[in-house]
């Protein structure tokens, strides 16, 4: 069996050009890391109370807006529903955080522990930890349930993290940050927001781009020194990963939650062109990438168009 060392990947290419030198790279993010890492309990005012007239979402990035029932709703109504899929959205990235943390140990278990890649990797997982219980205390100031994503879906998880290969799990990554992160990137400047969500967005923005950075760089890596099956199995499973995201982006009970008729909401929301749009722009950036690297193709592909995140 042939090894393929650091040295032999520094000579590959891929569409996007060279790959770069994994201990370099993992070394600027280290460097960024030491500058520019929060700590929310002390960073965000936890303790002021809740902004009347605020929203705790943009409203054009919640799921039912200029859809006929949003229309029908009330200002109340329609705030109270941002607040709750403010909710469910935390929810998911916690349950996304959990499984990172746990893919990205398996990721370094065999690897150097004196690595700059190793030791980036143990600092994003602190990093994922603060989040975790960031969004939670989010969620608690919100007043609102936590979302767990369904049963099935929530068990799906404990295989993929048990069989999934590592351009799988790098894969997976990116699409578990990157398309929340476009939406928080609108979302922190917007004055019309919660000072407090505000502020939790923009922290995680800013982590998150170091994340979205160390996985793509060993995606691309991985894509080329991985075997041929591997490739494939990736392109499957990240095919898949998205169609699960996508229907685990927002829990249907929040529409019960502030007393909409669940299988109404349900239906606008997939007829809703405003909603195709927000998905497939959010995750255009990550589409337009995983394309270029070659994971977009075959069944892999059919299953991203199936999940509504590519045109």
């Known amino acids: ?72 709703m009330s200002q109340e109504q329609r705030m109270d529903l941002a607040r709750h899929e403010a909710a469910s959205l935390a929810s998911l990235g916690i349950w996304f955080e959990i499984i990172l943390m746990q893919l990205l140990v398996r990721h370094i278990y065999d690897k150097s522990v004196t690595s700059n890649h190793v030791r980036y990797a143990l600092t994003e997982i602190a990093d994922e930890c603060r989040h975790s219980m960031m969004f939670a205390r989010m969620i608690k100031k919100g007043g609102t349930p936590s979302y767990r994503v369904p049963r099935v879906y929530h068990n799906m998880a404990r295989v993929l993290k048990t069989v999934s290969t590592t351009p799988g799990s790098f894969a997976a990554t990116l699409l578990g940050e990157e398309i929340l992160d476009w939406m928080q990137r609108l979302t922190f400047p917007d004055e019309r927001v919660q000072t407090l969500v505000r502020g ?99 069944a892999g592909r059919r299953l991203w168009k199936s999940s509504g995140l590519l045109a």
């Open 200 to 298: 939790v967005t923009r922290i995680h923005v800013v982590e998150e781009s170091r994340h979205v950075r160390y996985a793509r760089e060993e995606l691309r890596r991985q894509m080329v020194t991985a075997p041929r099956w591997e490739q494939e199995f990736t392109r499957l499973s990240c095919g898949e990963a998205a169609r699960v995201f996508s229907v685990c982006f927002i829990n249907p009970q929040v529409y019960e939650n502030v007393g909409l008729d669940r299988r109404r909401a349900v239906a606008q929301v997939k007829a809703s062109g405003h909603r195709r749009e927000v998905m497939q722009t959010g995750a255009r950036r990550l589409t337009d990438f995983l394309d270029d690297i070659g994971v977009l193709r075959g």
């Open 1 to 72: 069996m042939t090894t393929v060392t650091d040295r032999d990947v520094q000579l590959l290419r891929d569409a996007l050009g060279p790959l770069r030198d994994r201990e370099q790279v993992a070394a600027r993010l280290l460097e960024s890391s030491a500058k520019h890492s929060f700590d929310p309990d002390k960073e965000l005012d936890w303790e002021s109370p809740i902004e009347e007239g605020k929203w705790f979402w943009p409203p054009e990035l919640v799921s039912l807006y200029d859809t006929p029932l949003w229309r029908k």
